[in-house]
């Protein structure tokens, strides 16, 4: 079963939430800074959390610990665009270690991977907001209650359809 995002709500078996996505809306033609959410339907990555925020996680999907020292490359001339990079790193690259607490735990949507094209959009995520739920620069956001909701649910074979 996908889990299904239309412009303010996620479903999934039989729960919905209101959620976040671009600034821009959903877009069939991501672009690397456009402010929109990619439409289609996406595999599942791993599962990253601060261990240091999230005292345990109830996931079948593969779970990654988030260090201080963890980013995503965002610079699509470098041939780490749209991966996992640690810091020091000498391209343009997000935190994912962050202050703020939207990172706290997200799931890496399978966008523009596997190949990676240049220049289409990277760091697309299934992460946290606040009760404001404003817009994102390309992800899909909802509450932290409701993403612990919904996470046992989740498996290896869940997809996520943005339409």
Not at 41 to 67: A, E, N, W
Request: proline share 4%; glycine share 6%; net charge positive.
């Amino acid at each position: 079963m996908n889990i299904i995002i239309n412009k303010r709500f996620l479903k999934y078996k039989g729960h919905k939430f209101r959620c976040s996505i671009g600034k821009a809306g959903i877009s069939w033609s991501k672009k690397e800074g456009d402010l929109t959410t990619p439409r289609g339907v996406f595999k599942l990555g791993p599962l990253y959390f601060r261990k240091d925020r999230i005292k345990s996680v109830k996931s079948q999907l593969r779970k990654k610990i988030i260090k201080k020292n963890m980013g995503w490359c965002d610079d699509s001339l470098s041939k780490k665009y749209n991966q996992e990079v640690n810091f020091p790193f000498q391209c343009s690259a997000e935190k994912l270690f962050r202050r703020d607490r939207f990172y706290d735990i997200f799931i890496n949507v399978k966008y523009n991977q596997n190949p990676v094209r240049k220049s289409k959009g990277s760091a697309i995520f299934l992460h946290l907001t606040n009760k404001k739920y404003k817009p994102t620069k390309g992800c899909v956001a909802v509450l932290k209650k409701d993403l612990l909701k919904i996470l046992p649910l989740i498996d290896r074979q869940t997809r996520i359809s943005i339409t």
